[in-house]
């Protein structure tokens, strides 16, 4: 069974950076899609980012879109997000995924998920 281990969280101002990586325990390639999800406090998680492990191809929901970089090192195995100009509502738990394929109205979500990170927590301070 792959792991996944996402690290690169903590405290960030507002209007800042912040790059997350996912470190896979063995090849991303053998799944489709990578993805990046957060749940805030009281809110349900939501995918903000996915690749597709072959073409890289990114999606990303409007909310992060024109701020957001996913990308992936395939020799290291590892997935980065990148989400510049930050702001309060990017703040969350952000989980990373490996999956079958990507919903077809919301392709910035993975779906058919295999493995799961236990997530990096990320707090804005304003």
């Known amino acids: 069974q792959v792991t996944l281990v996402e690290s690169g969280g903590g405290s960030v101002e507002a209007g800042g950076s912040l790059r997350l990586s996912c470190t896979a325990s063995?090849?991303?390639?053998?799944?489709?899609?990578m993805g990046w999800f957060r749940q805030a406090p009281g809110k349900e998680r939501e995918g903000v980012a996915a690749?597709?492990?072959?073409?890289?191809?990114?999606y990303y929901p409007n909310s992060v879109k024109g701020r957001g970089t996913a990308s992936l090192d395939k020799v290291k195995n590892t997935l980065y997000l990148q989400i510049d100009s930050l702001k309060p509502e990017d703040a969350g738990m952000y989980y990373c995924?490996?999956?079958?394929?990507?919903?077809?109205?919301?392709?910035?979500?993975?779906?058919?998920?295999?493995?799961w990170g236990k997530g990096t927590l990320v707090n804005i301070s304003s």
């Open positions: 995924a490996a999956g079958g394929g990507h919903i077809f109205r919301r392709p910035w979500e993975c779906d058919g998920i295999e493995v």
């Open positions: 063995a090849s991303i390639q053998r799944y489709y899609c």
């Open positions: 690749i597709t492990s072959g073409e890289e191809e990114t």
